[in-house]
């Protein structure tokens, strides 16, 4: 009789766990989608997704500029190393 009490009493904490952790993430989803006023949880991800994006292509054109200012700075330097 021990056993099983114990057991329903782990069951039970188990249970009002995952209540609450799916209570706190219902009120972070709802919270963030008060923030964004009228828009709707799609359109908020979808913009952050679209600005993450943005600021990749900026970074590869930067890395692009760089490799094709040293492949131009190697051109231009004296080749002492092909002897």
């Given at each position: 009789?021990?056993?099983?009490?114990?057991?329903?009493?782990?069951?039970?904490?188990?249970?009002?766990?995952?209540?609450?952790?799916?209570?706190?993430?219902?009120?972070?989803?709802?919270?963030?989608?008060?923030?964004?006023?009228?828009?709707?949880?799609?359109?908020?991800?979808?913009?952050?997704?679209?600005?993450?994006?943005?600021?990749?292509?900026?970074?590869?054109?930067?890395?692009?500029?760089?490799?094709?200012?040293?492949?131009?700075?190697?051109k231009d330097a004296p080749a002492d190393s092909e002897k």
């Amino acid at each position: 009789m021990e056993d099983s009490s114990s057991f329903m009493l782990g069951a039970l904490i188990f249970v009002l766990i995952i209540v609450g952790v799916n209570f706190a993430m219902y009120a972070i989803v709802r919270g963030a989608i008060r923030n964004g006023g009228e828009k709707s949880i799609l359109e908020n991800f979808s913009k952050s997704l679209t600005a993450s994006s943005k600021s990749k292509d900026n970074s590869m054109d930067e890395l692009r500029q760089k490799i094709k200012e040293l492949n131009e700075g190697k051109k231009d330097a004296p080749a002492d190393s092909e002897k």
